[in-house]
């Protein structure tokens, strides 16, 4: 059975209304049928993790569907809000497999009529972001040849840059995991397996603090997104730590540059491209703008938007673009990154920030500063 959804629940979000205005925005755009593909599409749609390959089909009228390996449906349907008969199996057994049902399905929804269904096709660095393959998209093509298939992930794109408060309230608790004890990593010396012990160090600190958490109450369901804020240092460094702490900048001109500048960057109004020259003017200014790199922001993760902020209507296809102007209550990672290989050194921070009228809102609210353990 799906859970109640419950508007008086700090963690609520009104999906139903999430689909309607979908249904808004493909009625404008003359789309009959919307097939997303993409994992953000499905998880704001359903609140449900998908990680099989799974699609969810959005008729003009009335509930989604969302289709995904037989042996994953069973759970999807329980963790959704829809019911089972809103969340199918495909199978690799005759009129079962993916493309056929989903195209039976969708000639159904059309009644015998032409129309426009819309799908989900782009480029990302990220890997799983579940664009319609050109396979898939010839396979629809040819057993929908009566519909025009036009791209049309847009649609969601914009619908889900402003989080609604349920969303930030989850993205707070979820947080919460990560402010809990300090955060103190161990300074490792380096040796001749110093590449080794870097990768080593990173792959622990990185499982460590990544904060792979779902947070889910078994009565009403809530869940919370999985990727989560969190403060890794990654080092092997020179066995003198006070030249470490000293010499092309260090990690206290880092840690002010993140608490001092940045942080108090970010607002409505401002855009990654002035975010990034006010913090790489500091860094010019400190004497260590070469060991930074110049790009302080990521999307919010498999649950939301991974990797690009905004829309894609930058200079550059699919990417964030450098003039996107932030509003109010956007949700994304800052995220910054300091590197010294003289002295085989380096640093990232990442927490979830709330954007606000004139300032942001870090999620996790544990202290910004770097302990060292000899």
Not at 128 to 148: I, K, V
Not at 232 to 251: A, V
Request: charged share 25%; net charge neutral.
């Amino acid at each position: 059975m799906p859970y109640e959804l419950n508007p008086k629940d700090p963690y609520y979000i009104d999906f139903p209304g999430r689909v309607s205005r979908i249904q808004k925005e493909m009625a404008k755009e003359n789309i009959n049928v919307y097939l997303g593909s993409r994992l953000r599409t499905l998880s704001w749609v359903s609140d449900a993790f998908c990680p099989w390959r799974s699609y969810v089909v959005i008729p003009a009228d009335g509930l989604p569907t969302v289709f995904t390996f037989v042996i994953d449906a069973a759970r999807i349907a329980d963790e959704s809000w829809l019911d089972e008969d809103h969340v199918l199996g495909y199978a690799p057994m005759g009129g079962m497999d993916q493309i056929t049902i989903i195209s039976d399905f969708i000639k159904d929804l059309m009644k015998g009529k032409k129309g426009r269904i819309g799908y989900e096709s782009g480029m990302s660095n990220y890997l799983p972001e579940g664009n319609l393959t050109h396979y898939e998209y010839e396979c629809f093509r040819d057993a929908l040849s009566d519909s025009e298939l036009v791209n049309a992930h847009n649609i969601v794109d914009q619908l889900s840059i402003i989080k609604d408060q349920g969303t930030i309230n989850r993205f707070r608790k979820a947080a919460q995991g990560c402010q809990g004890s300090p955060l103190r990593w161990r300074m490792e010396r380096h040796d001749r397996d110093r590449d080794r012990r870097y990768r080593c160090i990173s792959h622990a600190a990185s499982r460590e603090r990544m904060g792979m958490v779902v947070h889910r109450r078994k009565r009403d369901r809530q869940r919370l997104p999985h990727r989560l804020g969190r403060m890794r240092l990654y080092s092997s460094h020179n066995p003198d730590t006070e030249k470490g702490r000293s010499s092309y900048g260090g990690y206290p001109c880092h840690v002010q540059a993140c608490a001092a500048l940045v942080l108090k960057s970010y607002k409505a109004g401002a855009s990654p491209l002035s975010i990034a020259e006010e913090a790489m003017a500091f860094s010019e200014d400190m004497g260590f703008a070469e060991y930074m790199l110049p790009g302080f922001e990521h999307g919010i993760g498999m649950m939301g938007d991974e990797w690009r902020i905004g829309m894609n209507e930058g200079p550059l296809p699919y990417w964030t673009n450098p003039d996107h102007i932030y509003q109010e209550n956007e949700v994304l990672i800052c995220a910054m990154q300091y590197s010294c290989p003289q002295e085989a050194i380096g640093f990232r921070y990442e927490n979830p920030i709330v954007i606000g009228r004139s300032k942001c809102e870090p999620l996790s609210k544990f202290g910004l500063r770097i302990e060292v353990i000899e």
